[in-house]
T-cell receptor
Framework: DAKTTQPTSMDCAEGRAANLPCNHS???????VYWYRQIHSQGPQYIIH???NNETNEMASLIITEDRKSSTLILPHATLRDTAVYYC??????????FGAGTTVTVRA | SAVISQKPSRDICQRGTSLTIQCQVD?????MFWYRQQPGQSLTLIAT?????????ESGFVIDKFPISRPNLTFSTLTVSNMSPEDSSIYLC????????????FGDGTRLSIL
């Protein structure tokens, strides 16, 4: 299984940056870290992934520590539509994803 | 990225009946998977749907209860057999493309309630 540790919940003010940490100390050296979010009543939505370098796309930024044991997902300007459960994970084998409990992010106006 | 469609989106079924859920991907994909999400819980992998061969099931899931088909590279079905109230969950299909390290993409799930 992909053993990840994430905060259970997090509140964020609308318009502010949301920084979501994830500890993944058991990840192997060649596995990418993937971040997903699940908005109520929808399937998980892919956000971003990375291996060693920091990554940015139109949705978020991903900061991975040099030892790769943890990462932080940054939502630069949170909106109410970013309220969701956020998961970090990786392919444990044969493209299988293992999901932990994730972080419930609530963006408040 | 692959677009994944599931049918039905929701259903209410009687105890003891079976329901087949369909998953259609808009492009050919290497791997397809089925997950279950029980109320208030995270996702649990049921099985890998293998094209042209029997699915590979995770611990705790068996073919008699969750038969899976994958006749080609874009389509798969999951049947929930002999349903009981404990099978009330969201069932999700996912797929990953042919290039390594591509992200897996998910359908919006089938919300199943058993009476």
């Amino acid at each position: 299984d992909a053993k990840t540790t994430q905060p259970t919940s997090m509140d964020c003010a609308e318009g502010r940056a949301a920084n979501l940490p994830c500890n993944h100390s058991t990840i192997s050296g060649n596995e990418y870290v993937y971040w997903y979010r699940q908005i109520h009543s929808q399937g998980p939505q892919y956000i971003i992934h990375g291996l060693k370098n920091n990554e940015t796309n139109e949705m978020a930024s991903l900061i991975i520590t040099e030892d790769r044991k943890s990462s932080t997902l940054i939502l630069p300007h949170a909106t109410l539509r970013d309220t969701a459960v956020y998961y970090c994970t990786w392919y444990v084998n044969d493209y299988k994803l293992s999901f932990g409990a994730g972080t419930t992010v609530t963006v408040r106006a | 990225s692959a677009v994944i469609s599931q049918k039905p989106s929701r259903d209410i079924c009687q105890r003891g009946t079976s329901l087949t859920i369909q998953c259609q991907v808009d492009s050919q994909v290497t791997m397809m998977f089925w997950y279950r999400q029980q109320p208030g819980q995270s996702l649990t992998l049921i099985a890998t749907a293998n094209q042209g061969s029997e699915a590979t099931y995770e611990s705790g899931f068996v073919i008699d209860k969750f038969p899976i088909s994958r006749p080609n590279l874009t389509f798969s079905t999951l049947t929930v057999s002999n349903m009981s109230p404990e099978d009330s969950s969201i069932y999700l299909c996912s797929a990953v493309g042919q290039d390594s390290n591509q992200p897996q993409h998910f359908g919006d799930g089938t919300r199943l309630s058993i009476l």
